[in-house]
C-alpha cells in the first residue's frame, strides 16, 4: 500500500513538473529537458534489449530512423508533400498516408516492432553476437534505403516543415509511460525470464524458458519505443534527413545506457541527464577556444573522442555504471535494512 | 555483355574480392581465438591507409610507405589489444563489445579530429596506376597486381598456421583455450601474434582500397570492415580459408551484380549485409565453418 502511495506521489509529481516546465522554462533550456525525454524513451527501450535481456545490440538509428520517416509522412500535408518532393514525384501511397499524431507515432513504432520481428528470425537462431554485426549493418541499410528510394524519402534530401505538434507533453508524457511500462516489464515474469538469458541461457533453457521467445518480445518492445521516440524526434526537430540517423545517435545512447548501469532503468534516467547535460556542456569543445591567449582551432568530433575515451574507461575500471542492474529503490531499501 | 567486358570485370572482382579477404582474415583469426567481433578492425585498416599516405606525403619511397603503414596498424592493434580487450578476458563478452566499439568510435574521431572528414587523395606510384590494353581490355595495373600479391601473402598466412609452431598454437587456442594454457603456452603472446598478423594484413587492404579509389577519410573503415566481417561470416567464421573464399565471392557478386544491373548501384553497400542474412538463416556456420559456439562454451 505504501509503495503505491509513493509511486503515485512520484508520478504527480513529474506530471507537475512536465506542466510548469512547458509552460515557464525558457525555450532554449526546454529544447534541453526535450531532449532528454526523446532520448530517455530511446535509452530505456535500448536497455530493455542490451541490459536486461543482455543481447548486444547496435540497432537504435534504424528503428528511430524508420520511426522518423513514418510519422513525418503522416504528419506533413499532402498539398506541402507533392512541393517538397523535389527529386521524383511522391509514390501515390505517401500522399494517401495521413492521420494525427498520436496515429502517426504509434504507425511508426509499429513498423519498428515488425521489422525487429523479421530480424530476429535469423539473428536469434544463432547465439552469440551476430546480433551486433547484424544490427550494426541494418542501421546502413536504412540510411541507403532512404538515400536510393526518393519517391518515398525524398532522398539525401531528407523531409522538412514537419509539423511541430510534440512538446513536452508529448515527449515527457511518452516518457513517464515507458519508464513505467519498462519497470512494470523488468518485475514481471517476462522481465525475469529476460534476465535468465541474460545471466546464463543453458540454465534459462533448462528451466522451461523459451529463449528465442524471449529475446524476440524484448527486441520487438525495444524496436517499439524506439520507433516511437523516433516519431517524436522527427515532429520536435521538424526536419529530417538519412544522415541524421547515423551510428553516433546509436553511441549516444550505448554510452548512456553503459553510464547508468546495464539493466538499470534509474541509472538509465539518472545517465540520460548527465550525458545530455554533459553534450551541451562540452559543445565548447567542438568550438574554437581562446585560453589566455593561445588558440585552438575548432575540432568537430573532440566531444565523440571524450565520450569514447569514457566509455572505454568505463568498461575497463567500473563495468557496472552507477547503478549495476539494481534500481534506485533498491539502494534506499538497503539502507534501511542496515 | 562482351566477353571482354566480362573479362574486366572479373578481374575486378578478384581485386575488390583480396581486398574483402586481407581485412576478413583479421576478423575471423580474432573471433577464432577471443570469440569477440573486433569492430574496431575496420579502423585498423583506415589507420594503416592513413599512415601509409602520410609517409608518401612525406615523400618516402612507395614501398617503404606501405611498410610503414603496416608497423604502424600493427602497433594500433596490439595496444588495441592490450588496453582494451586484455583486462576483460574474463569478463562477460557484452563488456568486451562495448569497449570495441569504443575503440572504433575513438579512432574515427581521433583521426576526424586530427586530419578533418574531408576525403584525402591518394598518390600511387605511377607504375601502378598506368592503364594498360589487351585485346581491348582496359585495366590499371594495380588490378592485376592486388590479387596476385594476396594470394602470395596467403599462402604464407597458411603456412605460418599450419607448419610454425605460433600457428598450431594459434589453432589450438581456437579450440580449447584453458587446456592450451594447461599446456603450457602463453596464450596473451600467441593472441598478440593473432592481433598484430590481422592488423597487418588489414593495413595491407587499406593501402589496396586507398589504391583502387584513390581516396581516404576517417570513416572509410566502417562500411569496408562490416562487409568484411560479411564475408568471413560468409565463409564461415574461425576459418581463415573460408574468409579468403568469403571475401571473393562477395567481391565477385559486388562487381557483377551491378555490371548487370546498374540500377541496383545504390544498394551495393547492401549486398554484404543480405548474404549475411541468408548465411544466419540457412547454414549459421557459413561454407567452411565449424560449430565453434559449442566447442568452447
Known amino acids: ?338 | 555483355m562482351t566477353l571482354q567486358i566480362f573479362l574486366q570485370q572479373l578481374v575486378n572482382g578478384a581485386s575488390l574480392g583480396s581486398m574483402y579477404a586481407l581485412i576478413a582474415i583479421g576478423y575471423t583469426m580474432v573471433y577464432g581465438v577471443l570469440r569477440l567481433i573486433n569492430f574496431a578492425h575496420g579502423d585498423i585498416m583506415m589507420v594503416g591507409a592513413f599512415l601509409t599516405y602520410f609517409a608518401l606525403e612525406a615523400s618516402m619511397p612507395f614501398e617503404l610507405s606501405v611498410l610503414v603503414g603496416i608497423a604502424g596498424a600493427i602497433i594500433i592493434g596490439i595496444l588495441t589489444d592490450k588496453i582494451a580487450y586484455k583486462p576483460l578476458r574474463s569478463a562477460p563478452k557484452i563488456s568486451l563489445l562495448i569497449t570495441a566499439i569504443g575503440i572504433s568510435f575513438f579512432l574515427e574521431n581521433l583521426f576526424t579530429v586530427l586530419f578533418g572528414s574531408t576525403p584525402k587523395p591518394f598518390h600511387a606510384p605511377e607504375y601502378l596506376t598506368k592503364i594498360f590494353q589487351i585485346h581491348g581490355i582496359y585495366l590499371p595495373i594495380s588490378v592485376i597486381i592486388i590479387p596476385i600479391v594476396t594470394v602470395a601473402i596467403l599462402a604464407g598466412v597458411l603456412w605460418i598456421l599450419f607448419k610454425t609452431k605460433q600457428g598450431i598454437a594459434i589453432r589450438a587456442l581456437a579450440f580449447d583455450i584453458e587446456t592450451v594454457k594447461l599446456m603450457g603456452v602463453n596464450a596473451d603472446k600467441i593472441i598478440m601474434i593473432v592481433f598484430a598478423m590481422g592488423s597487418a594484413l588489414a593495413a595491407l587492404g587499406g593501402v589496396f582500397y586507398a589504391i583502387s579509389y584513390p581516396s581516404i577519410d576517417p570513416l572509410m573503415g566502417i562500411i569496408v570492415g562490416l562487409k568484411a566481417f560479411a564475408a568471413a561470416v560468409l565463409g564461415g567464421i574461425g576459418s581463415v580459408t573460408g574468409a579468403v573464399l568469403g571475401g571473393f565471392i562477395l567481391g565477385f557478386t559486388e562487381i557483377f551484380v551491378v555490371a548487370m544491373f546498374p540500377d541496383l548501384g545504390g544498394y551495393k553497400d547492401a549486398f554484404a549485409f543480405f548474404f549475411l542474412i541468408l548465411v544466419l538463416l540457412f547454414k549459421p556456420t557459413g561454407l567452411m565453418g565449424q560449430d565453434l559456439e559449442r566447442g568452447r562454451f
Open chain 1, 1 to 338: 500500500m505504501n509503495k503505491i502511495v509513493r509511486n503515485l506521489i512520484l508520478i504527480a509529481a513529474v506530471i507537475a513538473f512536465i506542466i510548469f516546465a512547458q509552460n515557464t522554462i525558457e525555450p532554449y533550456d526546454l529544447r534541453i529537458i526535450n531532449n532528454i525525454a526523446i532520448f530517455l524513451i530511446l535509452a530505456l527501450s535500448y536497455n530493455l534489449i542490451n541490459g536486461v535481456t543482455g543481447q548486444f545490440s547496435l540497432e537504435p538509428n534504424g528503428f528511430i530512423a524508420i520511426g522518423a520517416y513514418f510519422t513525418a509522412i503522416m504528419l506533413i500535408p499532402t498539398e506541402t508533400k507533392v512541393d517538397m518532393y523535389a527529386l521524383v514525384d511522391p509514390a501515390p501511397v505517401i500522399l494517401q498516408m495521413h492521420s494525427s499524431f498520436l496515429v502517426a507515432i504509434i504507425t511508426g513504432g509499429i513498423a519498428a516492432s515488425f521489422i525487429a520481428l523479421l530480424l530476429s528470425i535469423p539473428v536469434f537462431r544463432v547465439r552469440g553476437d551476430y546480433l551486433a554485426i547484424v544490427t550494426l549493418g541494418f542501421g546502413f541499410i536504412i540510411r541507403i534505403f532512404a538515400i536510393n528510394n526518393p519517391e518515398y524519402t525524398n532522398g539525401a534530401l531528407g523531409l522538412n516543415d514537419i509539423p511541430q505538434t510534440a512538446n513536452l507533453y508529448w515527449t515527457g508524457g511518452i516518457a513517464l509511460v515507458a519508464f513505467i511500462v519498462m519497470i512494470h516489464i523488468i518485475y514481471s515474469k517476462f522481465g525475469r525470464a529476460m534476465k535468465s538469458v541474460r545471466d546464463d541461457e543453458d540454465a534459462a533453457t533448462a528451466m522451461g524458458i523459451n529463449t528465442f521467445k524471449m529475446k524476440t518480445y524484448a527486441f520487438m518492445t525495444s524496436a517499439f519505443f524506439e520507433g516511437v521516440g523516433g516519431g517524436l524526434l522527427a515532429s520536435y526537430l521538424s526536419t529530417i534527413t538519412p544522415d541524421q540517423f547515423s551510428f553516433l545517435l546509436t553511441f549516444q545512447l550505448l554510452i548512456i545506457i553503459v553510464l547508468g548501469g546495464l539493466g538499470s532503468m534509474s541509472g538509465t534516467l539518472v545517465a540520460t541527464i548527465l550525458v545530455m547535460g554533459g553534450m551541451e556542456m562540452l559543445r565548447f569543445l567542438d568550438e574554437e577556444i581562446n585560453i589566455f591567449g593561445l588558440h585552438f582551432d575548432a575540432h568537430p568530433g573532440m566531444r565523440m573522442v571524450v565520450f569514447s575515451i569514457l566509455l572505454i574507461v568505463m568498461m575497463l575500471f567500473a563495468r557496472k555504471g552507477l547503478l549495476g542492474d539494481r534500481e534506485l529503490s533498491d539502494i534506499f531499501k538497503r539502507k534501511k535494512s542496515r
